[in-house]
Structure formats: C-alpha cells, structure tokens
T-cell receptor, first 109, second 114 residues
Framework: RKEVEQDPGPFNVPEGATVAFNCTYS??????FFWYRQDCRKEPKLLMS???SGNEDGRFTAQLNRASQYISLLIRDSKLSDSATYLC??????????FGQGTTLQVKP | EAGVAQSPRYKIIEKRQSVAFWCNPI?????LYWYQQILGQGPKLLIQ????????DSQLPKDRFSAERLKGVDSTLKIQPAKLEDSAVYLC????????????FGPGTRLTVL
C-alpha cells in the first residue's frame, strides 16, 4: 500500500459544479497535511494547509478525517481556471512530506 | 518577497554525462529540500537540509547524486553520471522551519537525459 494515495482522475466537470477529491494516508501518526495545486509544467503551489478543525478559503474547503485516515478537498462553483493537478502531502513517521501522485481536474465550459 | 530561485530551467544531456542544479531559497528559510518529480507522479524527496546540515538523504541515490549547502543558504544538486531514468523535473523547496513544513517550491529544472 502506498503511503499517500490519490485517484489520478481525470475529473471532468462543467463550470459551476462542485467537485471533491480524497487522499488517503497510511501513517496514523501523521500530523501535517497539505493540498498543493500544480499547473501543467509548473511547480506545485501551496493551496491550503489542512487542520483538524477543517479549513475553508473562499470556494475551497479542506477536511481531515483521522479515523478513516484521509483528507479531502472540496471545490465549489468550479471555474475554468481551477483546471490543474491537485497534490496532497502528508508527513511520514520521520517528519518528511510524502506527496500523492495528484488528481487531475478539468473544468469544461 | 522573492520566491525560490532555480537554475538552469532546462537541461539536456547525454547519459553518463554530469549535470548540476542550483537553488536559492526564500530569504530566512532554514530548511531546503530537493525533490525529483517524474512525469505523472508526485514529487519525491531526495534530500533535506536544515541550515547547512543534512536532515534526511535516505532516498538520494548516493552512488550518483550529491548535494551540498555549504553556507546554509543556496544549494547545488549534482548527478554524475546521469542515467536515462534520471529524466525528470528537479524541484527545490524551502520552509521557515522543518517542523511547520509549509514548503514553497521553485520553478524546477527540467532534465532530459538522452
């Protein structure tokens, strides 16, 4: 089992739709969780940290479910500009970040 | 605030040649990371520095890869000799503290080994 797993997609959604991605992790002791956005041929950019109480930033909401060991990212009212790959990152037992392979989102007009 | 700087942006070499990448982290960031990202995969950590000391190099192929951060600021990553499977994007990232772990990435160096 991979330490951090994501459905690679692609998720194809129309503009205005709500879409959610999950990311499962294997280390129950993980303490740090992040979502990054990566555009084609660009570097990953930090989208948001994921806290135990959840985190909301505009149309984006991140949640942590420790019992089931996954984090989620919800995007409301999808825009064409949201098309990208979304990477989750979780720290392992040594503290270093492990990235998932990413989930590709395509928002269609 | 200036971001993480990397150079070169692109490099094409033949197998068995050597190559070096340079990174300058965000000013004041004590922790510096080198990642390898192969197409279709997430970034994989190669080495982590805290100031000028190595914190984690467990996934660095030490027979061919080396990295240094002599003065605790900028860093170089070297591959010698390169193999075809080293074709990837090499990303440098930095963070204020290793514990906090909010990492900010540079634009990367896209390496093609022929």
């Amino acid at each position: 089992r991979k330490e951090v797993e994501q459905d690679p997609g692609p998720f194809n959604v129309p503009e205005g739709a709500t879409v959610a991605f999950n990311c499962t992790y294997s280390n129950s002791a993980s303490q740090s969780f992040f979502w990054y956005r990566q555009d084609c041929r660009k570097e990953p950019k930090l989208l948001m940290s994921v806290y135990s109480s959840g985190n909301e930033d505009g149309r984006f909401t991140a949640q942590l479910n420790r019992a089931s060991q996954y984090i989620s990212l919800l995007i409301r009212d999808s825009k064409l500009s949201d098309s990208a790959t979304y990477l989750c990152a979780v720290n392992d037992r040594t503290g270093k970040l492990i990235f998932g392979q990413g989930t590709t989102l395509q928002v269609k007009p | 605030e200036a971001g993480v700087a990397q150079s070169p942006r692109y490099k094409i070499i033949e197998k068995r040649q050597s190559v070096a990448f340079w990174c300058n982290p965000i000013s004041g960031h004590a922790t510096l990371y080198w990642y390898q990202q192969i197409l279709g995969q997430g970034p994989k950590l190669l080495i982590q520095f805290q100031n000028n000391g190595v914190v984690d190099d467990s996934q660095l192929p030490k027979d061919r890869f080396s990295a240094e951060r002599l003065k605790g600021v900028d860093s170089t990553l070297k591959i010698q000799p390169a193999k075809l499977e080293d074709s990837a994007v090499y990303l440098c990232a930095s963070s204020l503290f290793s514990q906090r772990n909010e990492q900010f990435f540079g634009p990367g160096t896209r390496l093609t080994v022929l």
